[in-house]
């Protein structure tokens, strides 16, 4: 009864190679979230959407990118791989109210090595 | 979003309570306190919230002092699944409001 799922669980990519990662929903919750997170670090936030919308954080590299084509799925795209680039990558969801119970909802991540 | 201060590491016993402190001086009065756990190769997992008041779930209590300044995170029998890094966050509730994850607590359940 996974809620929301990422693949794969690991993912090895080769330096200056596009790489794509996934994310699906089944909560039909209205924000999805992309989070980073470095061996021994906290996760740190890369973007989110709010339905369609997409808030980008002030400090996330142009090499990263996201698409939503659709309540239920969100794609992190990493243009140009680099070193320094691989770690944990979250996906987490939450309805978007603006009740004080709104909580997150996090993936397991996909674990991304850039070799 | 106020800034937390949690101390890095603490170890305790299986079976006993685990108080785990959280600083947040800077709250402002709209902000609310949230507690999520990591375990080991897993996302977050929400624990508990609050505002000013005390609050206890299936998981934790949350004790929040009078002046919001600190709250307590209570596991109130730590088993080694209890293993984790817990994040204390402050953050208002707003529609679609992120969540800014600081350094977290990491605690070691002991046999």
């Known amino acids: 009864d996974a809620m929301v799922i990422q693949n794969p669980r690991y993912q090895v990519t080769q330096f200056g190679k596009p790489v794509t990662l996934s994310c699906s929903q089944t909560?039909?919750?209205?924000?999805m979230y992309w989070y980073q997170q470095k061996s021994s670090q906290a996760p740190k936030l890369l973007f989110h959407?709010?339905?369609?919308?997409?808030?980008n954080e002030a400090d996330t590299p142009d090499n990263f990118q996201s698409r939503r084509p659709n309540t239920s799925f969100c794609f992190l795209d990493i243009r140009s791989p680099g070193l320094g680039d691989a770690a944990m990558y979250l996906c987490?969801?939450?309805?978007?109210?603006?009740?004080?119970?709104?909580?997150?909802?996090f993936g397991s991540g996909t674990q991304l090595s850039v070799l | 979003d106020a800034k937390t201060t949690q101390p890095p590491s603490m170890d305790c016993a299986e079976g006993r309570a685990a108080n785990l402190p959280c600083n947040h001086s800077?709250?402002?009065?709209?902000?609310?306190v949230y507690w999520y756990r990591q375990i080991h190769s897993q996302g977050p997992q929400y624990i508990i919230h609050?505002?000013?008041n005390n609050e206890t779930n299936e998981m934790a209590s949350l004790i929040i002092t009078e002046d919001r300044k600190s709250s307590t995170l209570i596991l109130p029998h730590a088993t080694l699944r209890d293993t984790a890094v817990y994040y204390c966050?402050?953050?208002?509730?707003?529609?679609?409001?992120?969540?800014?994850f600081g350094g977290g607590t990491r605690v070691l359940v002991k046999p």
């Open positions: 987490a969801t939450s309805r978007g109210g603006a009740g004080e119970g709104e909580k997150l909802f």
């Open positions: 909560l039909n919750h209205n924000v």
């Open positions: 959407y709010y339905d369609k919308d997409f808030n």
């Open positions: 800077t709250i402002s009065g709209n902000e609310y």
């Open positions: 609050g505002l000013k």
């Open positions: 966050i402050v953050r208002v509730v707003a529609a679609g409001n992120k969540l800014t």
